[in-house]
């Protein structure tokens, strides 16, 4: 009887280590939620921060930290999608596709400041915007595309093939069946990889260091003029984002609040990066019923 | 149908074929020129400033600041790998135990409530693992084991949370994926649970839970901000658990802002980032060559 002794024994054991695990997380996200539950307020989100003296707050660093996100999005989504499509749709196996295949996977396990790094000689110096949001969005890019491409090449692969062979059938060519039937089709798994990734790209700190820089100027919402320092629309101005600011916050931080903003910011980025990861679930559930009819 | 009609649609065939190529494409060019730029930088420490590659791989006098600037990496090296392999010691048994729970102990909590939690785990920015280090771990380091809590210590047990997700994911799509043949055959012979996890799954998942384990090691070493946070930066070999150190990923984001570009100094870092480059690339190649090996045999 001795094997069902360690059977039981086992099973308690990897009943505790989940429940470690779990009651792990809790006390983390508690913590970290407590901590900044005093700032969790309308004039900590938006107003500036303030050096040398207490009662900063965030609004420049959450603005960009959004702005970054959007553009970001916009650069690597087409792209990536692209990039997926062809893998799933076109890629013949073989030698150029295991090339792709190695890059993806080289770029995906790229530490993200030797990311940062490429963007402060490419995207900084060589093409002189300097430290920006435009510079800080090519660096997030690089790290999302290859993100991007496999959500959407497995998206695309998990599409049943009796699709593609009735709009085919109908006389369609690839490229209307890979627009008008696959890509729908496939869209629940790739919104909701979106969302997740967007998750990713917000906390994201040590490659925008040196690519949209450590420094935000003050922002003036009613100026609408692009080139313009203090314009929002301005893409080439520094722009800190709140993860840059908490790691700044604490090595250098001059404010005698430091440490209270950085619980603050602590707790807004997770909130941030909790409401996208049940967003994406909530959608992912949403889209999967509405597409196979499912209740 | 129309002539025309036909033509433009040919057309637009190969012109959405040509699009989605180049995308393709662009992946191999980014890769490339990453290594390139990176190499062209940092190659400069030996080819320019001629400094021998071996005292900067071997030496541990790192004073870049000097009219003959020393670039000796080894404290770096050293500091990276120790904190790496230690965080994965943590790390690795608890990931696979919590991948065994999701799969084959209680696949419905492990459902709605262990992946989820792990998804959880991986969305947390790494500032903030290094935040809560700093306002958490350090403090409490400090008070019950001495020092003054930034250590290689502080540094091994951020990394090993960090690095628990991933191990817990593709350890778990591994089991996940074995044939429930093998399952049943187990349980067939009279196998227990246990008995069927320690002597079929575990041995069957093998490669992919290897490949879980470099995965983890990859990102504990290209860490840099969490970690840096909590290891209190001297250029200095730890020798015990309780000492300051640092490691590539730390000594690059400190020092990167500091320095003018082309000195000795600046080029020193990029060396480092280059070593951070081919050491991901490492990775990567080592698991393609263990899941080469079969999924099971």
Redesign the interface.
Same mark, same amino acid.
């Given at each position: 009887m001795k094997?069902?002794l360690?059977?039981k024994?086992?099973?308690i054991?990897?009943?505790v *280590?989940?429940g470690f695990?779990?009651a792990f997380?809790i006390s983390?996200?508690g913590?970290?939620l407590y901590?900044g539950r005093t700032r969790l307020n309308l004039s900590f989100l938006t107003s500036p921060p303030k050096f040398m003296e207490a009662g900063g707050g965030i609004g420049p660093q959450l603005f960009n930290s959004i702005e970054l996100l959007v553009i970001t999005l916009i650069i690597s989504v087409?792209?990536?999608? !692209?990039?997926g499509?062809?893998?799933a749709?076109?890629?013949r196996p073989g030698l150029f596709t295991e090339?792709?295949r190695?890059?993806?996977?080289? %770029?995906s396990?790229?530490?993200?400041?030797?990311?940062g790094?490429?963007g402060?000689?490419?995207f900084v110096?060589m093409t002189g915007w300097g430290y920006s949001l435009m510079a800080g969005a090519l660096a997030l890019t690089?790290l999302n595309?290859?993100v991007m491409?496999r959500v959407s090449e497995d998206a695309i692969k998990s599409v049943p093939s009796s699709l593609r062979e009735a709009s085919f059938a109908l006389g369609a060519?690839?490229?209307?069946t890979?627009?008008k039937v696959v890509v729908p089709a496939a869209m629940p798994g790739i919104l909701t990889g979106i969302i997740?990734t967007a998750?990713?790209i917000? !906390?994201?700190?040590?490659a925008l260091?040196?690519t949209a820089g450590?420094s935000s100027p003050a922002l003036n919402f009613s100026n609408l003029n692009p080139s313009s320092p203090t314009s929002p629309l301005n893409l080439f101005r520094p722009a800190e984002t709140l993860?840059?600011y908490?790691?700044k916050v604490?090595?250098e931080g001059l404010a005698p609040d430091a440490?209270q903003i950085?619980?603050g910011a602590?707790a807004v980025? %997770?909130l941030a990066?909790?409401t996208?990861?049940l967003f994406a679930?909530w959608l992912g559930g949403v889209l999967y019923r509405r597409m196979t009819g499912e209740r | 149908m129309d002539k025309r009609y036909e033509v433009a649609?040919?057309r637009?065939?190969m012109?959405?074929?040509v699009?989605?190529?180049?995308?393709?494409?662009?992946?191999?060019v980014? *890769?490339i020129? %990453?290594f390139y730029?990176?190499a062209s930088?940092g190659l400069s420490t030996f080819i320019v400033n001629k400094i021998p590659l071996k005292e900067f791989l071997f030496s541990a006098e790192w004073r870049p600041d000097r009219e003959v600037p020393q670039v000796g990496a080894l404290p770096f090296i050293v500091g990276s790998v120790l904190v790496s392999i230690f965080a994965i010691l943590i790390s690795a048994p %608890?990931g696979v135990?919590?991948a065994?729970?999701?799969v084959e102990?209680?696949k419905k909590?492990?459902q709605k409530?262990?992946q989820?939690?792990?998804?959880?785990?991986v969305?947390?920015?790494?500032?903030?693992y290094?935040?809560?280090g700093?306002?958490?771990l350090v403090p409490f380091i400090s008070k019950h084991f001495g020092g003054l809590g930034f250590s290689l210590l502080a540094g091994i047990l951020v990394l090993a949370i960090m690095t628990?997700p991933t191990i817990t994911s593709v350890s778990a799509d591994t089991i996940r994926s074995l044939p429930v043949e093998i399952r049943e055959a187990s349980y067939a012979l009279g196998?227990?649970?246990?008995?069927t996890?320690?002597h079929v799954l575990i041995p069957a998942a093998k490669p992919g839970i290897l490949t879980a384990i470099i995965?983890g090691l990859?990102?504990a070493? !290209?860490?840099?901000?969490a970690v840096q946070?909590v290891i209190g930066n001297r250029p200095v070999i730890p020798k015990s658990f309780l000492e300051p150190m640092s490691t590539i990923?730390s000594i690059?984001?400190m020092e990167?802002?500091n320095t003018v570009?082309g000195t000795a100094w600046n080029n020193a870092l990029?060396s480092l980032?280059l070593l951070?480059?081919i050491i991901?690339?490492f990775?990567?190649i080592l698991?393609?060559l263990v899941g080469r090996r079969g999924m099971y045999r």
């Open positions: 094997a069902k360690y059977d024994i086992a099973t054991y990897f009943y *280590v989940a695990l779990v997380l983390l996200i913590y970290i901590q087409p792209i990536g999608l !692209g990039a499509i062809y893998m749709e076109y890629a090339v792709i190695l890059s993806v996977e080289t %770029l396990s790229m530490p993200s400041i030797v990311v790094l490429f402060l000689l490419v110096t690089v595309l290859p491409t060519t690839k490229w209307q890979i627009t997740l998750g990713r917000f !906390g994201e700190a040590a260091l040196y450590m993860a840059v908490i790691w604490n090595s440490r950085a619980d602590s980025l %997770l990066v909790l996208f990861n679930r | 649609r040919k637009q065939d012109l959405g074929k699009i989605v190529f180049s995308s393709a494409v662009l992946l191999i980014l *890769v020129s %990453l730029f990176v930088k %608890l135990s919590s065994i729970f999701m102990i209680s909590m492990g409530i262990l989820p939690a792990i998804e959880i785990f969305g947390i920015p790494s500032v903030v290094g935040w809560l700093l306002s958490v628990l196998a227990t649970r246990w008995q996890i320690r995965l990859a990102r070493f !290209g860490e840099a901000l946070m990923t690059i984001t990167m802002g570009m990029w980032a951070l480059l991901s690339f990775f990567i698991i393609r």
